[in-house]
């Protein structure tokens, strides 16, 4: 029996790529001009019904232009939130609807490039959608299938990202570790392989915490204070005064809640915060975000500062003159890793689990994988090289490892 036509996706919460093996070698699709990678982000022109992708979402976000820009929707997989419709583009759309329709772009593209129908899919998922949910992540990978087969695809099959990830490592026999720092999800392979390049797999472990809750993390420390969070907010009916309510800080801080934020009840909420405030020029930074629809472009602001302090520039910051003309928060290496230390070390512990569970010492460990763009940060790698002190790191295909993976064994998935 001949083997479907199948591609190979990694739909990520933050980029997504596809491909295929050619010649025995991962072969990925260009999805625009020049980019392997696609940033999983969609923008509906307010005034046709026309869904734009990727990078080309991006800019019409930061060009401006009338309509609705969404990011990290992989996040709202198993859980309620994925059902509910906004209108969009002149229809009522669900959120699996869009993942549905963003796949299916992918799928198109990928035909384009390559001359070929894939009838099936390979995609990558993480070890746990959910970490604290078992019910929430058995839905999730149902809730993704039901998207893969809405966009055109008649089957799919699912293959967890590290484990992706360590088929596209160069082999080197030993004890070691694929640490893949996701958008949403930090995944981790422990395996072993002997001097003829044989690999085995010794465990995989997995928790919802990546790099948009990195930015989340940053955005509460060291923005939401200049909209307002932890304001004294007047009594209406009487008085002393109370702290500002979290809720809208929180969910402005976090990717795939900023869309639920625009609507008629949370504006109101934050002009009734602004007219009460102690502070009340805060306040009305927060009213105006919600009002001009400016949530997207803050968390940018946060994930650029991101980048830039872990470079090597001695002095970095968050750009924040979307809110106020020369607006900045100072954010060096060393801030960053402090406000971002409960993240890394749960990511730590987490790979300490995936370690004890594969029966290995971290001591014993040879090699580091590092996968995906968080794993980049020096945070992130600190707490590698403390608990496995004697493996070296590899960051070489830290961007496309995951999709070179499965690419490679997306021709033989189905036979």
Same mark, same amino acid.
């Given at each position: ?17 596809? *491909?295929?093996?050619? =010649? ?32 080309? =979402? ?18 709202? %997989?198993?859980? $309620? ?11 009522? %759309? ?12 992918? &799928? ?27 019910? @929430?992540?058995?839905?999730?990978? &149902? ?65 919802? %915490? ?71 020029? &805060?306040?009305?930074?927060? =009213? ?19 980048? @830039?302090?872990?470079?090597?520039? $001695? ?9 106020? @003309?020369?607006?900045?928060?100072? %954010? ?40 995906? *763009? ?14 496995? $002190? ?19 064994? =997306? ?5």
């Amino acid at each position: 029996m001949t083997a479907p036509n199948t591609l190979g996706i990694d739909f990520g919460t933050s980029n997504s790529a596809a *491909g295929i093996a050619v =010649a025995g070698r991962p072969w990925l699709v260009e999805m625009e001009p020049g980019e392997k990678t696609l940033p999983t982000a969609v923008f509906f022109e307010e005034a046709s019904r026309s869904m734009r992708i990727g990078h080309s =979402a991006t800019r019409a976000l930061i060009n401006g232009e009338e309509g609705r820009f969404m990011r990290a929707l992989k996040s709202l %997989l198993g859980t $309620p939130l994925l059902q509910e419709e906004r209108r969009l583009g002149g229809e009522r %759309l669900s959120f699996a609807t869009l993942i549905a329709r963003f796949l299916a772009e992918v &799928k198109r593209r990928a035909e384009a490039a390559t001359h070929m129908e894939f009838t099936h899919a390979l995609s990558g998922r993480p070890v746990r959608f959910h970490s604290k949910d078992k019910d @929430r992540d058995v839905q999730a990978e &149902k809730d993704l299938r039901a998207c893969y087969l809405d966009a055109g695809f008649q089957d799919v099959l699912f293959m967890y990202e590290p484990e992706a990830a360590l088929r596209a490592a160069a082999p080197a026999p030993g004890l070691g570790l694929i640490v893949d720092i996701g958008g949403g999800t930090s995944d981790f392979t422990a395996f072993e392989q002997g001097e003829n390049g044989a690999t085995r797999i010794l465990a995989s472990h997995g928790v919802r %915490l990546g790099g948009t809750d990195f930015d989340r993390q940053l955005s509460i420390r060291h923005v939401m204070p200049l909209l307002g969070r932890g304001s004294q907010i007047r009594n209406a009916f009487g008085g002393g005064t109370l702290p500002a309510p979290n809720r809208l800080f929180n969910d402005l801080a976090t990717w795939q809640m900023i869309p639920f934020l625009y609507t008629p009840e949370s504006r109101r909420a934050a002009q009734d915060l602004a007219a009460n405030a102690v502070e009340p020029e &805060k306040l009305a930074r927060l =009213a105006t975000v919600l009002e001009d629809e400016l949530g997207h472009e803050l968390a940018f602001a946060v994930e650029n500062g991101k980048i @830039r302090a872990n470079g090597t520039a $001695p002095q970095s910051h968050i750009d924040l003159k979307l809110l106020a @003309r020369a607006l900045s928060v100072p %954010l060096d290496s060393a801030g960053m890793s402090q406000t971002l230390a409960e993240q890394t070390t749960a990511i730590g512990a987490c790979a300490a689990e995936t370690l004890a569970q594969a029966g290995i010492a971290a001591d014993r460990v040879e090699r580091i994988v590092l996968v995906g *763009g968080s794993s980049l940060l020096a945070a992130v790698q600190a707490e590698m090289r403390a608990l496995c $002190p004697n493996a070296r790191l590899e960051t070489g295909n830290a961007m496309t490892a995951v999709a070179d993976g499965l690419a490679l064994a =997306a021709g033989t998935a189905f036979a």
